[in-house]
């Protein structure tokens, strides 16, 4: 099961994850929080949280906000933990967990918002994943997922040296390939985009609904 091998890598690279990758952080993460305009009242749920940078960025404009991040790497979320805990008071509506994209640990619908940033392509079931998302979150709710786009010369390459050499690497997707996913599995588009990361590397974003 590559989620073990998942949680592994990250493990051992979460105490030099923000530094290692702080300006692809910070341009992507700013993108999707720019994308999805989140509104102070939505409870979010953010899957694949990693270090927590997504949740430092919506809680620098709502320290109230009630966000949850999950991940399958206890020392990724350890990171992200530390990030808030010495201001608790500051940010009450913050919490993490462990958990697989697969088997998300809360009751149906109860988010109005689920992000999940640069974490898709990792996921060894895609089409759980999607499920989970569905049964989670409100009737109204929104989805936003934002990885790499396996339409462009570079992932394609990337995709196929990780596949060779990086054990812990699942697929990455084209446009097209991403949305009949998410349409099979009956979520509605309601937007989508590719956008510059860099001169090589682009990534592409979606919003959908049920
Ligand atoms: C590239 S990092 C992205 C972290 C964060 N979203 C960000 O943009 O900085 C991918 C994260 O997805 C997590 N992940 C991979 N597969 C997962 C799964 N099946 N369920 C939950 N988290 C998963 C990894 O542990 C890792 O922290």
Known sequence: MKENIVRQEYDNIANIYDLRWNSYINKTLT????????????TVLDVG????????LILRDNPKQHITGVD???????????????????YPNIYFQIARASSLPFANHSFD?????????????????????????????????????????????IDLYLKSFNSAHKRCYTQAEFHKLLTS?????????KF???????MMVVEMKL
Request: proline share 3%; hydrophobic share 50%.
């Open 31 to 42: 993108y999707l929080k720019n994308w999805a305009n989140i509104s102070p009242q939505d």
């Open 49 to 56: 949280c990693g270090t927590g940078e997504f949740e430092s």
């Open 72 to 90: 399958i790497s206890e020392q990724m979320l350890l990171v992200a933990k530390n990030k808030f805990i010495a201001n608790s008071n500051l």
């Open 113 to 157: 918002i689920i992000v999940s940033a640069s974490a898709f392509h990792f996921f060894d079931d895609p089409v759980a994943a999607l499920a989970e998302m569905k049964r989670v979150l409100k009737p109204d709710g929104k989805v936003f997922i934002l990885d790499w786009c396996k339409d462009y010369f570079f992932c394609r390459l």
């Open 185 to 193: 599995a009956n979520f509605n588009i309601q937007r989508a985009a």
């Open 196 to 202: 510059n990361f860099d001169v090589i590397w682009r």
